[in-house]
């Protein structure tokens, strides 16, 4: 049974940083794609990032620069290190997981596995 667990949320305000991490068990975590999403009330779900088995990494366009993913294959764990933080990056941050070495982009439909979130609020 594959679990993830995010951690690391919090309130910040605008400008701040905060580092998100996601602990996995019970997958072959570094033959995995895995990804961060995030969630706002009213909004579509939205990919922020994915790396692939190989760390080859994809980030959407509204948190490129900003945004830093990355991955200890030795700890199981994800992180997403966020800085210069802005209020429309208020949202639940979702990590996913896909048995797949390979990504499709920031499609959410390919992940099988999913954390329960943790919240991000960035007040201005």
């Known amino acids: 049974q ?3 667990v995010e951690s690391g949320g919090g309130s910040v305000q605008t400008g701040g940083s905060l580092r998100l991490s996601c602990a996995t068990s019970g997958a ?3 033959h995995y794609c895995m990804g961060w999403f995030r969630h706002a009330p009213g909004k579509d779900r939205e990919g922020s990032g994915t790396v692939d088995g190989h760390g080859s990494i994809t980030y959407a366009d509204s948190v490129k620069g900003r945004f830093t993913i990355s991955r200890d294959n030795a ?3 994800l992180y997403l290190e966020m800085n210069s933080l802005k209020p429309e990056d208020t949202a639940m941050y979702y990590c996913a997981a896909r048995p797949s070495v390979a990504c499709r982009g920031l499609e959410d439909t390919q992940f ?4 329960q979130g943790t919240q991000v609020t960035v007040s201005s």
Do not use: D, I, R
Not at 112 to 115: R, S, V
């Open 75 to 77: 700890k199981n764990t």
């Open 112 to 115: 099988y596995y999913w954390g």
């Open 28 to 30: 072959n975590f570094e």
């Open 2 to 4: 594959v679990q993830l």
